[in-house]
């Protein structure tokens, strides 16, 4: 089941949304820490804003997040959830976002690792 995140998470996975469906690659990596990582499977990790631009540059599509866990202490953080293309579908991977909260109180993400939930071939 999914839970409800307090607003200031809920803006990270709807920003992260918004951003991935226009394809804007430039949009996306300014959610991440400017020393965040992107961990995808078969791909070495990516690390920093101007690397994570260029790794998502051309990516994008429909999205629909959800969270089904989180937890904040202080000035880190989590997220794990699922994410569709589309509202109401069955989830066709999950995620976990870990979290830093900046000097201005904005939540960042520090790194971002999905997969698919598909059994290898």
């Given at each position: 089941p999914?839970?409800?995140l307090?607003?200031?998470l809920a803006r990270v996975l709807t920003d992260y949304e918004a951003a991935w469906r226009s394809r804007n690659a430039a949009a996306l990596a300014h959610l991440f820490a400017e020393d965040g990582f992107v961990l995808q499977g078969g791909r070495p990790p990516v690390r920093g804003?101007?690397?994570i631009e260029k790794a998502y540059a051309g990516?994008?599509?429909p999205l629909v997040l959800r969270a089904i866990a989180f937890e904040t202490e202080g000035t880190v953080g989590y997220i794990i959830g699922g994410?569709?293309?589309?509202?109401?579908e069955v989830d066709m991977g999950k995620f976990?976002?870990?979290?830093?909260?900046g000097t201005d109180g904005h939540w960042f993400i520090m790194?971002?690792?999905d997969?698919?939930?598909r059994r290898a071939q």
């Open positions: 999914s839970v409800n307090p607003p200031e804003r101007a690397g990516a994008g599509g994410f569709a293309r589309k509202e109401g976990t976002l870990t979290l830093r909260k790194s971002d690792m997969n698919s939930n």
